[in-house]
């Protein structure tokens, strides 16, 4: 690791002067994600500077009013989890965060890091002092050498600048099935168009020296319901194969309103819009929740070793619509 300065922000106005004073420089809430891309040199320039946000009062608060939850950007993952009033209005983002990671990387992550985290392919974040920089797109190289190598499991819905690692976040598809917002020092940013793999190895559509502040998350209203499962290999600990979260509401027994998202399938969190616009206005049955699943990977076009994705996602956009039918 090479060595960089460590800074004490006392506000967010603060971080986001101090980070516009270097060329290079990254904030740290929980660090999870961070220490492992200082430790591997993952960027192209080392950072001159670290900025600490847990010194920053305020932004760890949990709160619910007439217009549904506030999260600060320093809530921890297992907070989140743990939350009565996450767990009984918002049970799908509770139990995203409850599958990540393991405990005690839930004791230190948190929700806004898990949003903004790198994503894992092995390729991008193959480390310098094993050989040197290997070419990579995200890092400025030619191309991906996922497409032609070991893309196990990289997107099933083709390349973005291409590009083919996929969002590696838990939380990111709960709050987007749950249409939340992102706030920042300088402005509000609707969740579906807060992800942009377009941008290479930022992958949000974050400003250098814009700071994410919170989360809110709208109240679901009468009829509400939210659900989330995840298929990974050793479970919550690894990174999803799979991942999705449906929200939606229920009038008189038919579907108001719904979005379904999944996650580790593409670049960004994928929203499946067919599915949604199929289940509007039916019931919820074992026979449209299957419909759906097909529908949300109609337009899935896998590579050869990880086509066993797609029946998977299939599997999992059902079962999860099927969570939320059978919430109280």
Request: aromatic fraction near 6%; charge should be neutral; charged fraction near 20%.
């Amino acid at each position: 690791m090479n060595r960089f300065k460590h800074l004490k922000a006392a506000s967010v106005d603060e971080a986001s002067a101090t980070l516009q004073q270097y060329d290079s420089a990254h904030v740290i809430g929980g660090g999870s994600d961070l220490m492992g891309c200082l430790k591997d040199n993952l960027w192209m320039e080392s950072p001159e500077a670290i900025i600490d946000l847990k010194t920053i009062p305020g932004l760890d608060d949990i709160r619910q009013d007439e217009n549904g939850l506030h999260l600060g950007a320093l809530v921890t993952l297992t907070r989140i989890a743990e939350s009565d009033v996450v767990r009984n209005t918002w049970p799908g983002l509770a139990e995203a965060a409850r599958k990540t990671g393991s405990p005690l990387l839930r004791n230190i992550g948190t929700i806004a890091g898990n949003i903004c985290q790198q994503n894992r392919c092995w390729y991008y974040r193959y480390p310098d002092k094993l050989g040197g920089r290997i070419d990579c797109v995200r890092k400025g190289g030619q191309r991906c050498l996922a497409v032609p190598g070991d893309h196990r499991y990289h997107s099933i819905f083709g390349a973005v600048k291409k590009c083919i690692a996929v969002n590696p976040s838990d939380t990111a598809p709960a709050l987007v099935a749950l249409n939340a917002q992102v706030e920042t020092n300088t402005r509000t940013i609707p969740i579906d168009a807060f992800f942009s793999a377009e941008r290479g190895a930022v992958s949000t559509v974050l400003e250098h020296d814009e700071i994410v502040t919170g989360i809110s998350v709208p109240h679901p209203g009468k009829g509400g319901r939210s659900a989330f499962r995840k298929i990974a290999i050793r479970q919550s600990i690894d990174f999803a194969l799979v991942n999705c979260a449906a929200g939606l509401t229920l009038d008189d027994g038919k579907i108001a309103t719904v979005r379904i998202c999944l996650n580790g399938v593409h670049n960004n969190p994928y929203r499946c819009i067919e599915a949604e616009e199929y289940l509007a206005g039916q019931s919820l049955t074992p026979e449209s929740a299957a419909q759906a699943g097909e529908l949300a990977l109609a337009k899935a076009k896998p590579l050869l070793f990880n086509a066993y994705k797609v029946p998977m996602a299939k599997a999992i956009v059902a079962d999860t619509l099927m969570d939320c039918l059978e919430q109280a």
